[in-house]
């Protein structure tokens, strides 16, 4: 389970090489028990959930 500021991102499965089942949550916002990630590229840069890296768009 990862922590940044007030979210959690926690991973429960990885079904294939593609996916993530995540439990992601933000305390008195929002909470997904299952939510499935696929990898795709990016359309705009930003910051990985999962690993705070940053990345360009088109990664």
């Known amino acids: 389970m990862r ?5 959690v991102v926690r991973v429960l ?13 933000e305390p008195a916002r929002c ?3 299952e939510q499935k990630w696929i990898r ?5 840069p930003g910051q990985c959930a999962l690993s705070f890296a940053s990345f360009k768009a088109g990664a």
């Open 40 to 44: 795709a590229r990016a359309e705009a």
């Open 3 to 7: 922590a940044a500021g007030t979210f």
């Open 13 to 25: 499965s990885r079904p294939t090489a593609d996916t993530l089942t995540v439990m992601w949550r």
């Open 31 to 33: 909470c997904y028990q």
